[in-house]
């Protein structure tokens, strides 16, 4: 498992190529290893996770009745949607790589995808502790999630670009393949499930 200390270096080298400055490639483990390790980001990220399964939790029981529980199958059911939403858009985006001949850079686009979704998950944590303690604040929340998908799909595009090249319209698709179906796949495994709020 990557230490904080290798994280810190793999977030910055993210921040850099953000920032469309080549020198982040050095701070990133771009191999078909480097992309296995990249996994240890949803280990990194479970804190944050279980936020959010606390958080979905609560709004499922607000459509139930009174005196409701919840075991530990409907938090293994949750864990299945965020496994499939951290997976599904990587088989696809393997599929789309081979079809259009780019098959060499998706060991770094499964690096990239993966340490990117760890501050990700955390400001989504925070968002979802926000409206916890202070539910109040929802219209700013909701303001602020708006802003962390925009930040997300820019960093992604940003990001995408430096490894593929000034090919707008194959960076734009790469783009939609790790985000729309990943969206479409929760929804329909949370309604599958049960574990959708009613």
Avoid: H
């Avoid at 771009?30 to 996994?39: C, H, K, Q, V």
């Avoid at 499922?60 to 496994?83: C, H, I, K, N, S």
């Avoid at 985006?93 to 081979?98: F, K, M, Q, R």
């Amino acid at each position: 498992m990557p230490t904080l200390k290798e994280v810190e270096f793999y977030l910055r080298g993210l921040w850099l190529l953000f920032k469309q400055d080549p020198a982040g490639f050095s701070y990133l483990d771009l191999t078909d290893r480097g992309a296995l390790r990249s996994f240890w980001s949803i280990l990194w990220a479970l804190p944050a996770i279980l936020v959010s399964f606390a958080w979905w939790r609560l709004l499922y029981l607000q459509g139930l009745p009174d005196g409701t529980a919840t075991g530990a199958l409907f938090f293994f059911r949750l864990a299945l949607v965020e496994a499939s939403n951290w997976v599904f858009p990587l088989v696809l985006l393997g599929i789309l790589c081979w079809l259009i001949g780019v098959g060499e850079k998706f060991a770094a686009m499964v690096v990239v995808t993966n340490w990117l979704a760890l501050p990700v998950s955390y400001s989504y944590g925070l968002l979802v502790l926000l409206m916890m303690f202070v539910p109040a604040l929802a219209g700013i929340v909701a303001f602020l999630w708006l802003l962390l998908m925009i930040t997300l799909i820019a960093a992604l595009f940003r990001i995408v670009r430096m490894i593929v090249g000034d090919q707008l319209l194959m960076v734009s698709t790469i783009v939609m393949v790790l985000l729309v179906p990943s969206m479409i796949i929760a929804e329909v495994l949370e309604q599958y499930l049960g574990v959708y709020p009613g």
